[in-house]
């Protein structure tokens, strides 16, 4: 007898914004049931309609399509798992659910041995449900214009290897607002167990709508292709969707997610391809009595590349976490990231804006606000807590971070907004400011900025020290590390000897923890000769050696012990202090530069050479690593001077090992060094503790490493006098 199928109804099956209610319809019109061939024409395959039937009552296990058919009964339920190849020839199904299978642990399979095989369903296509399983490897299978939907899959496993799923979408709702509603291509609905879905290669493709909606399912995808109408994939109920590979397109949602529902990307791409559009979208409305609200949805993207027409990843979903790492690329017209409430954790990422667009935050209590911003943060009009959080990445945009307040809520609602920036390389690309926030302030202790950051964003106990005589801002802690009394004039040699020993035990002790240097909460190393420090920003001395980048410490602040001083000394330093100039923490006494004299060339501090106000310093740089064969080792100094930091050639002596410069301030000093590769390059080279091969370095690569003994003796507030 004919099959009566209900179409799903619930409210939750309506994608973000309007894209795809499967609205019920009541009970489809009967068509009459095939009838039985009685045996097959030629064992092992089909010719018609009949033949079919007679394969599903008896159980036949799998079969060939011999020839090209229509289907214009209603074959009858499938009991027995069946494996149909088409075998390059095309069915024309022109009844409802013509083929369906509903019964636990039994698996349809679907592929094609020939060239394009394929199903073409007229209204609705395959029906699974009751713990069965589908498998598509390989062949079309297409509906009909304005109809239908291509699979509707309730419990158990969809396998899709490879082949076609493609559908016209018909409507299946109008709005009162005229706003259409289609049918997904391929629905996924939660029927006593959670359907699992798997897509390995198959291509889905909705011309209207959606083309995957899984409402409490699973997904993981490693290749294929997922093709929209205006939604790639929607999530709703409880959905999770892990992709590590394939392509994901829609003209304006690529991935929509909605309560409870968890998106993870560890690879592949995501692309939109419609002006108005969003790569990764969550929904912000608050009150479940409206339907389809948007809470508690979850985007862990963690890598591969999103490319959007207008907005990388929009997040206003209320208790939401959205976690973005570190190979995880966003290329957006007009904005990378808009968080409007909710937790967002950047542990990396490269996300880059447009910098010919203006830069605005334009209030919208329905849709996102923010343009020529990378990472946006703008409280919606629920008015829920935002919590930001930046340790790593790379920004570039005409306002590389800014937070605004679009919607004017009150005080007490924007008090619920935090935002903390650790670490992180921010770019501004036009005359905007690099940073900007409306409501919150203190919130940066690190990172580097190529424009001037305004001391409001800085965190208490930090400072932005300009690099490269104002290229960039780096953000570091002032240290407070009292060291006057580790070293004596009198014994400057013998002193010179043992901070070499104390940089090379803090180098060691940095390289072979290298692991451990994370957070901000000071981190005990111990070296290979038993010697302790303490590292009190280990995450942001991580970053600087990943980066390439030498630990310029803010230096000012450094504790003094003025008793010792005589009357001379004093005037001088407060002179020095009130003048911006910044005494090194590590020095016992300074220099009147007026009065060189007094510097022997037997001291750690150089000597004096006969150019006018200049003193030559020369330091030993013995403990730096060997260079590798092809390698060419370049020297720089960075120059600490009160609140300015400039960059020095050094010329560097390889029999003495000593590294010497010219500087007219007697400031605080990081010597530094990169190596490049000056030819082709095979081999092994050992940085900061990890081993880096290539097969042939053609180009000029850098790999900068800090050798200063003085920066790491100040950032490690050194205890090398406590020994296990």
Sequence with gaps: ??????????????????????????????????????????????????ELEYVIQSGIAEIKIAEDFAINCQPSIM???????????????NADWALDLETAGKTLTIEDSGDGGRIDFNNKGIWIEGGANLTINSGIISVAEGV??????????????????????????????????????????????????????????????????????????????????????????????????????????????????????DGGTITTTGPDSIGVSGNGTADPAKGNYGGNARFNLNGGTITSNDLGVYAPQVGGVTTLGSNLIINATKCG???????????????????????????????????????????????????????????????????????????????????????????????????????????????????????????????????????????????????TDDTGGENADENQEELNSVAQDVLGALYNNYNDLVGDEPVELTSDTGTKFLIEHPEAARAALENGHTIVMALDGHEIDIDSLGDEEKAELEAMLESGMVPFGLLDYWIDLNETDGISSGSWLGVVTETPNAIEFTYDVSMAPELPEGITRIWKVIRVHGNDVDILDAEYDPETKLVSFLSDKFSAFVITYTDIATAPYTGTMTVMGASVVSASLATAISIGVVTSIFSFIVLARKLYAKKD
Aim: with cysteine.
């Design 1 to 50: 007898m004919a099959k009566h199928k209900v179409a799903y109804v619930g409210s939750a099956l309506a994608v973000v914004l309007g894209s795809g209610l499967l609205a019920s319809t009541g009970a489809y019109a009967d068509v009459d049931t095939c009838v039985s061939a009685g045996a097959l024409a030629t064992e092992g395959f089909v010719a018609n309609a009949a």
């Design 79 to 93: 009991t027995n798992s069946l494996k149909i190849d088409l075998n390059g020839k095309s069915v024309a199904a």
């Design 148 to 265: 239908g939907r291509g699979i509707v899959f309730r419990d158990g496993t969809l396998t899709l290897a490879g082949g076609t799923v493609t559908a016209n979408n018909g409507v299946s709702e109008v709005a009162a607002d005229g706003t259409e509603y289609y049918y997904p291509t391929i629905i996924a609905l939660k029927d006593g167990a959670r359907p699992n879905i798997v897509i390995s290669g198959t291509e889905i493709i909705a011309a209207n709508g959606t083309a995957l909606s899984v409402i409490d399912g699973t997904v993981a995808m490693t290749d294929g292709r997922i093709t929209g109408g205006n939604v790639g994939v929607n999530l709703d109920d409880g959905a999770e969707f892990t992709m590590s590979g394939g392509d994901i397109t829609a003209s304006t949602w690529v991935v929509s997610a909605y309560n409870d529902t968890t998106f993870t990307m």
């Design 337 to 483: 990231v808009e968080v409007r409430a909710g937790t967002l954790n950047v542990n990396g990422a490269t996300i880059t804006v447009d910098e010919n667009i203006d830069p605005i935050f334009n209030p919208n209590g329905n849709g996102s606000t923010a343009e020529g911003v990378a990472i946006a943060v703008a409280q919606h009009t629920t008015e829920q807590p935002i919590d930001v959080t930046i340790g790593g990445g790379v920004f570039t945009a005409p306002i590389a971070f800014g937070e605004s307040n679009p919607q004017k809520n009150d005080g007490t609602a924007v008090d619920q907004i935090t935002l903390a920036i650790h670490g992180g390389t921010f770019n501004a690309t036009n005359g905007d400011p690099v940073v900007a926030s409306e409501d919150v302030e203190k919130f940066i202790d690190g990172g580097a900025f190529n424009k001037y950051v305004e001391t409001k964003y800085i965190a208490d106990g930090y400072r932005a020290n300009s690099v490269s005589n104002g290229a960039t801002y780096v953000v570091l802690p002032i240290s407070n590390t009292a060291t």
